[in-house]
DNA sequence: CGCGCGTTTGAATCTAGTCAAGCTGGGTGG
DNA sequence: CCACCCAGCTTGACTAGATTCAAACGCGCG
């Protein structure tokens, strides 16, 4: 079942054939794939391309949440309001598979090995919300910036590109607005890391030459000052290492 | 149902008389709850006392995730890992109810009516994250802490406290970190809204004397600067309300 | 009473935001 | 085919706002 190679996850062969429940669904890039408030009616699976999910509120700020791709599933946020609450939108041609929900409710009653496939998309959903927070509460800049370049290159290499190069399908503002950066701090940390022999930047075009270098850069900004968590309450120590010390 | 009850969920008779499979427990101020690493086996019920949960990187960098009180659920972040990711400390005594996940899965396989209800429980997670990066991507610490105090308020009024006066359970250190501020910024935002006229604080007792002027400080900035999000991508515009341009 | 933790407040520093100017590259129309 | 335009990107200069370091105060507790 596609779905599942699509997702990871097992399946079992009483499922094969359902295929046609959910269909496949073309986007050309600049497209509206949801909009704010338009009735909750299915989850989306990306198979190829790219995309963005913004929140609008009532004031008309927008704030960039994610940028799905291939195997990512988006709309889930929206399961609980029973109305979109975001809207996503095609950054390249893409092709989509629609998972009505009430399709899987139903799905799921009828096989029980596939209970834990709504917990499994709820709970990638909580993991990439969790994986946001971590890069809006980096300390700085080059740590936030360096968190979203190892997190990209590691969800390109999981759709199978490359882990080195890949290029940016969204521009400076929309990774400044995901990060809570303006869009000129985006592109002087790009340069800072480009000037630093760190990765290598073009434009669009990303080559991370010192992985390791540049995870170091997630924690501990570029000049040796002090991690901003630092100022976390250190209740609760001792740790489990009680040699290595935060402060 | 206790439990039915504390979440504002609608309850079935059918289901009466199975309080006996959730078991409660107390904490005292100081105790941990659940700890990194540890098997995930339940979620928790706040029923009273205040909690905070904390997740800890491999470095040992802490970062407060949430505050949990009486109708709350937590470690719902832990299922899809199998091991919970974080910790929560009791902030004051209190006492929870256990919720073993299996337990429950196999509840709402016995009573169709309560499969929603982890469904829920998920939405509520997931809307628990959303509001924690609203503050984030708050453009400044006037703005994140007003936030802080209003949905602080709402909490309280929920579950049937004062929605304008009470006490703060957590050390600024732990706010300040869970809104990824130095403790002093909080400290001095607090004075300032105090100065203001807008709250009134006096240690951890907080008394919110003008609400509605501190939620439009959730927005907009005091010297009447520039909202942040002015940066973020204006693509996909017009939007529906086509007078209503934000910058 | 004195110790320690949490809090407040001050002063100096520095990061990131803002405003502004110039560059680049892709697409359009003459 | 070339010139133009425009959105996106880069870079510089200045500044507002937050962090950092430091000192002092209040409060609870042994």
């Known amino acids: 079942m596609e779905v599942c190679e699509l997702l990871h996850i097992p399946f079992s062969v009483s ?18 794939i949801h909009t704010v408030g338009q009735q909750f009616v299915s989850l989306f699976i990306v198979i ?8 609008i509120d009532d004031l008309g700020y927008e704030q960039v949440l994610d940028f799905p791709m291939k195997g990512d599933v988006f709309g889930a946020d929206s399961i609980s309001t029973k109305r979109y609450s975001s809207e ?3 950054l390249s041609d893409c092709s989509l598979i629609m998972l009505p929900f009430h399709n899987l409710v139903a799905l799921s009653h009828a096989h029980v090995e596939l209970e834990n496939v709504i917990c499994d998309i709820f709970g ?18 080059e740590a936030k910036v360096a968190r979203f370049l190892i997190s990209l290159s590691e969800r390109y290499s999981e759709s199978g590109y490359s882990k080195t190069e890949f290029n940016l ?3 400076r503002r929309d990774i400044g607005n995901y990060l809570g950066l303006s869009f000129e701090t985006v592109s002087r940390t790009l340069s800072a890391l480009n000037e630093a022999g760190l990765i290598s930047v073009d434009q669009r075009a990303i080559w991370i030459k010192e992985p390791d270098m540049l995870k170091r850069f997630c924690r501990i900004p570029s000049c040796g000052l002090q991690a901003r968590q630092d100022r976390s309450g250190i209740t609760g120590w001792p740790r489990s290492a009680p ?4 402060n």
């Open 88 to 90: 996503t939108v095609a």
């Open 15 to 32: 499922i094969v054939g359902k295929d046609l429940l959910f269909q496949h669904v073309q986007f050309r890039a600049g497209q509206r």
């Open 124 to 141: 990638r959903e909580l993991l990439r919300k969790q994986a946001m927070l971590d890069m809006l509460s980096a300390p700085n800049a």
């Open 48 to 55: 190829s391309g790219f995309l963005k999910t913004v929140s």
């Open 243 to 246: 040699g290595l010390l935060v």
């Open 169 to 171: 399908r969204m521009t």
